[in-house]
């Protein structure tokens, strides 16, 4: 599809994530003419970090996985240099009342892990190959591949917490982009992993996450992308020729091709014209799981040496507390630390709408009746609400979805794509190979490689997270 006369940019991309910057560093360093758009004050989305009493804080526990292609890790170290570190992890689980290292290690599993539980699992293990899944669900799927132990008493309660729904509601996909060692031989090949070299590790910026996204930003503008901040999109007129997008203010802006990064629900509900009806009911039908981060600014230094305490256990909306400071060899203040808090759940829940002294209370009893040391006084208290964070896949969405996924790939100008764009849990190294997929696929002259994008997206169906 050749450039459109009228067309004031080639390309508009909706939302500044690692997705989107990443589509926009490219494209502009190919020549084209990108512009950016997005409603939060900077880039970075959901992996975006900001100062919060002189300490870099992100959205949550974020880290660049080994796994990353080389290719794209080789641009993100010419655009951070040193900054971007190499680090071991060192976290904890509590389970079955104690705290075990994770990711997990041979040593510190035969001296913790209690004895009824590694017995009932080891059994569950020899017993493998009789279980077969008995429907496509996130229950089924694990019980079959992990067998009832590791199920009923981690994942499961896990799951809950996580989704809010139970374990048989969810479809079996959503274990396998989840859970990546998802059989017990995969399972006691990743302890293994583990006790091997120098242990499990990741890349993590000494500024924060979010220093990933803003540095593709800064290049992107540097290459003569047009980045605007606190600018949100109403409208989306898509033609056959091109996109017009409507911001909040009245200004419409034209492109040849738009990009989309944000929710495909709420791409469809202000896109013009309107899909049909029956895309508009698929949209009503697919969950974003939110989020509240809870930040504790605390005195006297580091709380603990760990970099993440996960929670999965039912007695606590708490699923992982993590120390932005032990994430990275930097400069924090050595007087003070922070402490941020997930808690996952409906934007028309009961912990949504809670007020900051509530949060900080359940913040503060989960971490003393699991034994680590209270907080005491907290220096200063931060809330933050996150309303898309983890896609829900019920048992059936698949047809929804399709739907939804057909009626955008039918838009000849649009591509939607990134997590929220494509429904998936993926990590920011699987974003960022979206991002660099739709770079490779748009030629000099505007013509998109729509093969190319195919493969693309067959190869993201194989994505697992890494936790």
Same mark, same amino acid.
């Given at each position: 599809m050749p450039p459109s006369p009228t067309a004031q940019a080639d390309l508009i991309v909706l939302g500044a994530g690692p997705a989107g910057v990443g589509a926009a560093y &490219? @494209?502009?360093?190919?020549?084209?003419?990108?512009?950016?758009?997005?409603? *939060?004050?900077?880039?970075? $989305?959901?992996?975006?970090?900001?100062?919060? /009493? $002189?300490? &870099?804080?992100?959205?949550?526990?974020?880290?660049?996985?080994?796994?990353?292609?080389?290719?794209?890790?080789? /641009?993100?170290? $010419?655009l951070l240099g040193d900054e971007l570190q190499r680090r071991p992890r060192n976290g904890r689980i509590w389970l079955e009342g104690r705290w075990i290292r994770f990711p997990l290690r041979p040593a510190d599993l035969a001296r913790r892990l209690p004895p009824s539980f590694a017995a009932a699992a080891a059994a569950d293990a020899a017993t493998a190959w009789a279980r077969r899944p008995r429907a496509d669900t996130f229950a089924e799927t694990l019980r079959a591949g992990l067998g009832p132990t590791m199920c009923q008493r981690f994942y499961f309660p896990y799951a809950r917490k996580l989704w809010g729904l139970d374990p048989s509601e969810l479809a079996g996909e959503q274990a396998r982009r989840r859970v990546s060692a998802g059989s017990a031989a995969r399972l006691l090949a990743r302890v293994a992993r583990g006790a091997g070299g120098d242990g499990p590790w990741f890349w993590y910026p000494r500024r924060g996450f979010g220093t990933i996204a803003e540095r593709l930003a800064a290049a992107a503008a540097d290459a003569g992308a047009e980045l605007r901040y606190g600018t949100a999109a109403e409208r989306v007129e898509l033609r056959p020729d091109g996109a017009t997008v409507t911001l909040a203010g009245g200004e419409r802006l034209e492109a040849s091709r738009l990009w989309s990064t944000v929710p495909l629900p709420a791409l469809a509900r202000m896109a013009d014209p309107a899909p049909p009806p029956d895309v508009l009911r698929a949209a009503g039908r697919l969950d974003f799981r939110a989020m509240v981060l809870v930040y504790l600014v605390l005195e006297g230094g580091r709380y603990s040496p760990y970099d993440a305490h996960y929670l999965p256990d039912p007695g606590t909306p708490v699923t992982r507390v993590s120390e932005p400071a032990n994430y990275r060899d930097g400069d924090d203040p050595p007087d003070r630390t922070v402490l941020c808090a997930e808690l996952p759940c409906s934007r028309d829940g009961e912990l949504w709408r809670a007020g900051n002294d509530r949060l900080a209370g359940l913040v503060r009893a989960a971490l003393v009746d699991r034994g680590l040391p209270d907080p005491g006084p907290v220096r200063r208290l931060a %809330? &933050? &609400?996150?309303?898309? %964070? +983890?896609? %829900? +896949?019920?048992?059936? +969405?698949? @047809?929804?979805?399709?739907?939804?996924? !057909? #009626? !955008?790939?039918?838009?000849?100008?649009?591509?939607?794509?990134?997590?929220?764009?494509?429904?998936?849990?993926?990590? @920011?190294?699987?974003?960022?190979?979206?991002? #660099? *997929? *739709?770079? /490779? !696929?748009?030629?000099?002259d505007g013509a998109f490689d729509h093969t190319a994008w195919s493969a693309a997206r067959e190869s993201f169906t194989t994505h697992v997270v890494e936790d």
């Open positions: &490219r @494209t502009a360093r190919a020549g084209h003419k990108v512009v950016v758009l997005e409603r *939060a004050p900077g880039p970075g $989305g959901a992996a975006a970090s900001f100062e919060l /009493d $002189g300490i &870099r804080v992100d959205h949550g526990s974020h880290r660049l996985h080994p796994a990353i292609d080389p290719r794209i890790l080789g /641009d993100l170290r $010419g %809330v &933050r &609400r996150l309303p898309n %964070v +983890y896609p %829900v +896949y019920r048992v059936g +969405y698949v @047809t929804p979805f399709q739907a939804l996924d !057909a #009626w !955008a790939a039918a838009q000849p100008a649009l591509l939607s794509f990134g997590r929220l764009g494509l429904f998936v849990h993926d990590n @920011t190294h699987h974003a960022l190979a979206m991002a #660099w *997929a *739709a770079a /490779d !696929a748009l030629a000099p």
